[in-house]
Nanobody
């Protein structure tokens, strides 16, 4: 059964860094567009970053441009979200998502496989 499992979340001070991982099983990640979304308490899930299935095109939400980087390691069947210069407003549960041969989509409905989420808390 296909599954995505996120890890790497935690508590970090403002200005710090975290790297989130999204390990895929049951699917070959090189054939999949990958997306990262986040959801803060009381808010809707929002787009953070995406990578198309070829791995050549990325897209970022404006507030994370220049701070976050999405990537994929096909050999490890794992996607990553490197987060630098973290701010308290980045605090949320972060989810990875995948879609077979998809584009770097920014909407949740474009993805059909989701992980369970990992908590990121940034203290001021």
């Amino acid at each position: 059964q296909a599954q995505l499992v996120e890890s790497g979340g935690g508590l970090v001070q403002a200005g710090g860094s975290l790297r989130l991982s999204c390990a895929a099983s049951g699917r070959t990640i090189s054939n999949y567009a990958m997306g990262w979304f986040r959801q803060a308490p009381g808010k809707e899930r929002e787009f953070v970053a995406a990578l198309d299935w070829t791995g050549s095109s990325t897209r970022y939400e404006d507030s994370v441009k220049g701070r976050f980087t999405i990537s994929r390691d096909n050999a490890k069947n794992t996607a990553y979200l490197q987060m630098n210069s973290l701010k308290p407003e980045d605090t949320a549960v972060y989810y990875c998502a995948a879609r077979f041969r998809g584009i770097q989509a920014t909407i949740t409905h474009a993805y059909d496989l989701w992980g369970q989420g990992t908590q990121v808390t940034v203290s001021s």
